[in-house]
């Protein structure tokens, strides 16, 4: 089983004459959806609010098939974020932190230890950056890291990240503790400025990790490890937008790696294993960007678009 670790919150999306509507999103919470959906046995670890928001998140994940047993519940309104979306569908966000749900999973919320059925911690966004989350997904990581497969997406929000206090030194021990990492090129660039995106894979692989996926948006992704490399195209989809894209491309490779019996912390794929991952996590992001908001598709929609 997977244990999706962070937020979960409501994007606040614009939806014509100066309205806004709101939507289910968080990187993690999309992601432990999009995971349900496909089928993979999957956990959400975060904190949830008690009010109508956080009820409509909760019925959600649900509804989906994630197990909520590692989830707390608490009396904080639930965390907004506000998603501006060009005329291309990329969205960019504001968020409504101060005093909300999300960040206040602590580590008295967390078991003494993980039940043996969760084998795989997928952790990173905004889980990473606001306390006390972030401090309590890290100390999880480091206590767990040793008998769990630990995968991390940065999905870095710079908005973020002034006087968040030593993220940069947390995502860096994080993702020397990770066995899959899944970052898109604008992570990749940012962790590693100065270094072009295949030059920057390689010192992320460098750090510990057996596999680091780069998603470069239409153009596809491409995966490097110990013992392969690979590019592959995204589908040419109509994108209505991108929200919830790499949430959904990141459950797509795990999906593939579960279904294959590769999620594990001696990971080690073949060239053409790695391609049919690729390849199958760009559908699952593409048939994403169809729809309006973070919705993931199901096993049984998955055809070409």
Not at 153 to 171: H, K, Q, S, T
Not at 216 to 223: I, P, R, Y
């Amino acid at each position: 089983m997977i244990a999706v670790c962070g937020e979960a919150l409501i994007d606040l999306v614009p939806s014509g004459e100066g309205r806004q509507r709101g939507t289910a999103g968080g990187g993690p919470f999309t992601t432990a959806r999009a995971l349900a959906r496909l089928g993979i046995p999957t956990q959400f670890l975060g904190r949830l609010s008690t009010d109508a928001f956080g009820q409509q998140l909760r019925d959600l994940l649900e509804s989906d098939g994630a197990d909520l047993s590692l989830t707390s519940f608490g009396p904080e309104p639930t965390t907004l974020a506000m998603a501006e979306v060009d005329r291309d569908g990329h969205a960019a966000y504001r968020f409504v932190i101060d005093g909300t749900s999300a960040p206040n999973l602590t580590p008295q919320m967390l078991p003494t230890s993980l039940p043996p059925v969760v084998t795989t911690l997928h952790v990173g966004t905004l889980g990473l950056v606001l306390e006390p989350m972030a401090s309590t997904i890290a100390g999880l990581v480091g206590r767990e890291h040793r008998d769990r497969l630990v995968v991390v997406d940065p999905n870095i929000r710079p908005v973020l990240l002034n006087g968040a206090a030593g993220y940069r030194e947390r995502m860096e021990s994080v993702i020397a503790q990770s066995t899959i990492v899944k970052a898109s090129d604008a992570d990749v660039t940012w962790l590693y400025p100065k270094l072009d995106l295949q030059a920057a894979a390689h010192a992320l692989l460098a750090r510990g990790p057996r596999l680091v996926v780069v998603t470069l948006g239409a153009d596809g992704a491409f995966g490097v490890s110990a013992g392969a490399e690979a590019q592959v195209a995204a589908p040419v989809v109509d994108v209505v937008d991108t929200i919830g894209a790499g949430d959904a491309f990141g459950a797509g490779l795990l999906a593939w790696l579960h279904d294959h019996d590769r999620l594990a912390r001696d990971l080690r794929l073949e060239r053409d294993e790695l391609r049919a991952a690729l390849e199958f996590a760009c559908l699952v992001a593409s048939i994403t960007c169809t729809r309006a908001g973070a919705d993931p598709p199901r096993r049984a929609e998955l055809v070409s678009p």
